[in-house]
């Protein structure tokens, strides 16, 4: 219970600094919305084309915002030594990093779902067909990359070139998750349910999830404190 409580408070003291300034989420979904209205320019509008390349779409825009909104997440410590003192205080590292992750996973969620009416807008596609569906693969996608972007995040901090060294980092290792996602995503915005053709992909997003979530837990000791 103590543990769970550590990690609201460090959740809660991450969402009240970032809709404070709105620095991440503001760089975040301005991002978004023009790089959907930029592909809008590239791409034949036409109905079964926005089909083929619309989870493929998404999940690049969606990949390239939350790394913006990622790289926030240990860098704002930075200033006064609060990541020293986040480190030296009495919680665990574990806990430290469970309730980034689960701000970060809030912010970056909220950027996306404010993303798909401005892609049905700019794209005319009817996305909300099989929206249920389409949530749980939004929710088991975005925290593979929150998971795997908040943990290479504690890794990058100090790095000067960390804006640079995140995404080299992460979307290598997301690779199997982001294309689960960008398949699951393709064929629900098609208006086609999740069935025997593709089960396969959600398993592989949950699997993606459990594992890289145990492994971030297991090494973000090493990686904060080395």
């Known amino acids: 219970m103590h543990f769970f409580r550590q990690v ?14 709105k620095e991440a989420i ?56 609060c990541l020293d003192a986040l480190i030296a205080a009495p919680i665990s590292a574990s806990a430290l990093f469970l309730g ?10 909220a950027v996306e779902l404010v993303s798909l009416p ?21 929710l088991l996608g975005t925290w593979a990359l929150t998971v795997i972007g908040t943990i290479f995040s504690a890794l990058t901090v100090n790095i000067k070139l960390r804006e640079v060294m995140l995404p080299m980092l992460t979307y290598p290792i997301l690779i199997p998750a982001l294309m689960s996602a960008m398949q699951l995503t393709t064929v629900l915005v098609g208006g086609a349910a999740i069935g025997a053709d593709n089960v396969d992909s959600l398993k592989m997003l949950i699997g993606f999830d459990i594992v890289f979530t145990a492994v971030s ?5 090493t990686v904060l404190v080395g």
């Open 8 to 21: 609201s408070v460090i959740a809660f003291k991450d969402l009240r600094a970032e809709l404070r300034t």
């Open 217 to 221: 837990l297991v090494l973000v000791d």
């Open 100 to 109: 980034k992750c689960l701000a970060n996973y809030v912010l970056v969620l």
């Open 118 to 138: 401005v892609f049905g807008i700019f794209y005319n596609v009817h996305w909300a067909k099989q929206f249920p569906e389409l949530l749980l693969v939004l």
């Open 26 to 81: 503001n760089a975040s979904l301005a991002f978004s919305i023009v790089i959907l209205l930029l592909f809008s320019f590239a791409f034949d509008p036409s109905e079964d084309t926005m089909r083929e390349i619309s989870g493929g779409l998404l999940w690049i825009v969606f990949a390239f915002a939350g790394t913006l909104m990622l790289n926030r997440s240990f860098a704002r410590e930075l200033p006064n030594d």
